[in-house]
């Protein structure tokens, strides 16, 4: 799997180049700047089509990943996921609890695991982890996601912190076109890691119970575009871990 995901980024970044220098010999262009912005967009087409395919890491948000090693932020309580955690007001939630976002939109989980220092280096006691939509717009499998998983909660353990598995949130069937391709996987998802907090001494929250259906996922209210969360529905998640933000 590996080795097929390296060749296909291989072919996608040749196409994207030759495509630019293919239109610059057919149609024998002069103006090197024309040939040159032709090459670039082979080239970042080629990117955002290897990067959708979850074969090369996140490049977004570089201000933010840069200030996480800049700043180094010890906390009690580090928030671990995607652009759902990044959005959320952690600090207004919990004004008095030292707690640190570590949320980096369009984050999957193989790339929290590239940048684990940065988490590891708050020093929390506790750590809540939520993340899986990105990997599955990425063409990821469950078992990936899953493994992945693993691997965080693994080195967060070894830190000495406990750690929170936080349910994948489900998305809204009405208001996101992948998402009925989407909920089995998150439903799969949950699961197991459900079952792998039983064995594993993590503590694993359910923050899609009280504000999904079976048939909707994600209901309408708590969601913003489908996916990301509105502040009703960041008062739900709110409610549901405070127990565990203030618990021992």
């Known amino acids: 799997m590996r080795r097929a995901k390296t060749v ?51 490049e977004a948000h570089p201000e933010r990943r ?10 009690d309580v580090v928030m671990v996921g995607d652009s759902i955690t990044q959005a959320g007001m952690w600090d207004d939630m919990f004004p008095d609890v030292r707690i640190v976002n570590r949320g980096l939109g369009s984050d ?31 063409g990821r499998t469950v078992s990936e996601v899953f493994n992945d998983y693993v691997q965080i909660v693994g080195m967060l353990k070894s830190t000495g912190a406990s750690v929170v598995i936080q349910s994948t949130i489900e998305c809204n069937v009405e208001s996101f076109g992948l998402c009925e391709e989407f909920l089995p996987k998150i439903r799969e998802l949950n699961s197991r890691l459900s079952e792998y907090s039983l064995r594993s001494n993590v ?26 969360l509105s502040a009703k529905g960041y008062n739900h998640w709110r409610e549901k871990i405070s127990p565990l933000v203030y618990g021992r």
């Open 203 to 228: 503590t694993f929250v359910d923050i899609n119970a009280g504000i999904t259906s079976p048939r909707e996922g994600l209901l309408a209210p708590f969601t913003s575009d489908g996916v990301h």
């Open 8 to 58: 296909f980024l291989f072919l996608a970044l040749v196409a994207g180049f030759a495509a630019g220098h293919f239109t610059a010999d057919v149609s024998a262009i002069r103006d090197v700047t024309a040939v040159r912005w032709l090459q670039e967009s082979g080239l970042s087409a080629a990117r955002g089509i290897s990067r959708a395919r979850g074969l090369v890491s996140n």
């Open 66 to 75: 840069g200030q996480f090693d800049l700043f180094p932020r010890h906390g």
């Open 108 to 138: 999957r989980t193989d790339d929290v695991l590239g940048r684990m220092s940065s988490i590891l280096n708050v020093r929390a006691r506790k750590a809540f982890v939520m993340l899986g939509v990105n990997d599955f717009s990425a």
